[in-house]
């Protein structure tokens, strides 16, 4: 598909948030046609950003509502679609209130497939979409975005609306513009990045360019990285520490993935270890000249259940919070038991954020922009899988168009 912006692979973000899956997006080699948000600090880090990081150096950004945007000029020229839906109708710091809270905004996900027909839609979201209580409406989604041109009238509820959308599937009739939908739960942890953070991926590709999701496969591994530290030995000479001694509540782990050795084809998981190297240690209140964001907060305190995350494993999945910063889930866990605020540079590494990348705001803001943003490695991941995908697909199709010919 070629369109006015000279590039085959254009996208469109909605929900930037600081960026993350956008720059997923973009390492993934799309170009963003437009990448819309509606919070100033986080719009600033955007534009604040588009001078220091060379990816984001053209990106348009709308400082607007969804719910206000106009997609038709777009239509037939977006290959991808992108959304990072507001997740706190769906997570527990939100108060789960779902389909009911006035923060869900999968009707204008689904306004916004119905005008742009992209060839695929990546939509990012909580675990807590899967939970039982959830299920009805995460179904409603998926019928939704399988026939977008079968959108609910305002006064009608979603709960009747799905009724119609099952009835109309069953008789075949989805409407011109269909979807194959289906959707994955994956750990950050497992594509490299340094935080065990559990995010679902709806994906959708338009349904005449016959391609469905296939399960993406885990590139990094626990296993590896028990290997590493209680096998080989690696993981300790990379970093230059002694050993510990093994645990021993691993030894029957340790002893299993020894035997397994040489099949163990994943790389390791990494570590807020490994993803802090070369940064020192932030100072209280006090910037670090050369290090953007890298300024220390007093306070932290451990709590049971709230403990920090440990140096030499992924690091706890970070969280925005609806009042401040969660203390124990953005809090560091020394070697010797004590514990400290991450600085926002150290977070925005756990999220696989270039180090140029500057946050506008306070700091408490820019956990805010962290806690809410996807892992830009996992985001890549997912949309490299999701392109190739399409690619292998658009080929075959080429291939027998040319045998019928």
Same mark, same amino acid.
């Given at each position: 598909m070629e369109n006015t912006y000279g590039c085959q692979d254009t996208s469109i973000e909605l929900f930037t948030g600081a960026g993350g899956l956008a720059l997923g997006v973009a390492r993934a080699g799309y170009r963003h046609a437009a990448v819309v948000e509606w919070n100033r600090d986080a719009c600033e880090s955007l534009r604040l950003n588009s001078l220091r990081v060379p990816e984001m150096a053209d990106w348009p950004v709308f400082e607007a509502d969804v719910a206000e945007f106009d997609f038709t000029p777009f239509r037939g020229q977006i290959r991808l679609l992108a959304a990072g839906a507001p997740c706190q109708p769906f997570s527990l710091g939100g108060k789960h209130k779902g389909d009911s809270d006035a923060r869900n905004m999968f009707p204008q996900v689904f306004r916004a497939v119905r005008e742009l027909a992209p060839d695929i839609v990546i939509v990012e979201n909580v675990k807590g979409l899967l939970r039982q209580s959830?299920? %009805?409406y995460f179904d409603y989604i998926k019928r939704q975005l399988a026939a977008p041109e079968r959108s609910c009238p305002r006064t009608r509820d979603w709960r009747e609306h799905d009724s119609k959308l099952v009835s109309q599937a069953r008789a075949g009739h989805v409407g011109e513009l269909s979807y194959h939908v289906d959707h994955q739960l994956l750990n950050a942890a497992d594509f490299g990045v340094p &935080?065990? !953070? &559990?995010?679902?991926?709806?994906?959708?590709? !338009?349904?005449?360019l016959g391609v469905r999701w296939r399960a993406m496969a885990a590139t990094h591994s626990e296993d590896a990285l028990l290997h590493s530290k209680w096998v080989d030995g690696s993981y300790w000479r990379e970093h230059c520490r002694k050993r510990p001694d093994t645990p021993d509540s691993l030894r029957e782990r340790i002893s299993r993935v020894e035997v397994l050795g040489g099949t163990l084809f994943e790389k390791r998981w990494r570590t807020v270890r490994d993803a802090l190297e070369g940064l020192p240690e932030p100072k209280d209140k006090r910037e670090s000249p050369h290090i953007l964001n890298h300024v220390g907060n007093p306070g932290a305190r451990s709590y049971p259940g709230h403990t920090g995350s440990p140096y030499d494993a992924p690091a706890k999945t970070l969280k925005a919070g609806d009042h401040g910063v969660p203390g124990g889930e953005n809090m560091l866990r020394r070697d010797d038991g004590s514990v400290r605020y991450f600085s926002v540079r150290e977070a925005a590494r756990l999220q696989?954020? %270039?180090d140029e990348y500057e946050f506008a705001g306070a700091w408490s803001e820019?956990? !805010?922009q962290l806690g809410n943003a996807v892992p830009v490695l996992l985001a890549q991941a997912v949309v490299e899988h999701a392109t190739r995908l399409l690619n292998a697909a658009s080929t075959t199709h080429s291939r027998v168009r040319e045998r019928v010919a």
């Open positions: 959830f299920r %009805p &935080q065990t !953070r &559990q995010r679902v991926f709806i994906v959708a590709f !338009r349904a005449d696989c954020f %270039p820019g956990f !805010r």
